[in-house]
Structures are given as C-alpha cells and as structure tokens.
C-alpha cells in the first residue's frame, strides 16, 4: 500500500514563506513506488471544498498551478527521496487550509479533480495570519 505522510506547516505571517514536503511510503498491489506517480497538492479551508493548487508529473516535466497560486508556490519532487514538495513564498490569509497531498499513477497531472487520484496524506494545517 502506497502512504503518503505530508509536513512543514505551521503558522506565518502575510507574506512568509514555507514548504511543505510529501514522503511517500510502500508500493501499491503492483510493486509501483512514488516514481510511477503523478502528485498533486490540494487544500481544504474550512467550510469549503477542497482545491487543487499544484500537480507534478511522475518526472517532473509537466506542473501544473492554480491561478491565484502562480508565481508564488513552486512544485518539485526528487523521486530518489520518495518526496514531493511545495514550496510556498508571499503567503496570503486565503492560503489558510489543510493541505494534502496526492498520489496517481499517471504519465501527466491534473489539479481540476480531488477524485483522479488515489492515494492520500492525512494533511499538514497551513495557517497565514497577522
């Protein structure tokens, strides 16, 4: 069984900057690691649906980010770590969520579906307050 565990939040201050991390552990039933994985990061604020807000490819060519986030959050994996990250600068009230992180075997990503993918981390709390 494929597990993803997330880290690296903690509460800042408009316009600090943290990065969150995503080991992952195991293979799924057909002994595939995180390198057969695409990995999107999602977040869920309270009283909201949970959004993508940035994906990678299994070999990092293609990311992906939502809108509001460009520019400012940066997606990487090093597949010999077992670990995805994203790296967050200038962060927002509105960036106050769980963040979590996802896993599907996949030549591409995407962020427009949580339901696309198929293995979960538990989330790692974000907060962004003066």
């Known amino acids: 069984q494929l597990q993803l565990v997330e880290s690296g939040g903690g509460s800042v201050q408009p316009g600090g900057s943290l990065k969150l991390s995503c080991v992952a552990y195991?293979?799924?039933?057909?002994?595939?690691?995180?390198?057969?994985?695409?990995i999107g990061w999602f977040r869920q604020a309270p009283g909201k649906e949970r959004e993508g807000v940035s994906c990678i490819s299994r070999t990092g060519d293609l990311t992906k980010y939502k809108d509001s986030v460009k520019g400012r959050f940066t997606i990487s994996r090093d597949n010999a770590k077992n670990t995805a990250y994203l790296q967050m600068h200038n962060l927002e009230a509105e960036d106050t969520a769980v963040y979590f992180c996802?896993?599907?075997?996949?030549?591409?990503?995407?962020?427009?579906?949580?339901?696309?993918?198929?293995?979960w981390g538990p989330g790692t709390q974000v907060t962004v307050s003066s």
């Open positions: 996802a896993a599907a075997e996949s030549t591409h990503c995407i962020i427009e579906h949580d339901d696309w993918y198929d293995y």
């Open positions: 195991g293979f799924t039933p057909d002994y595939h690691g995180m390198d057969y994985h695409a």
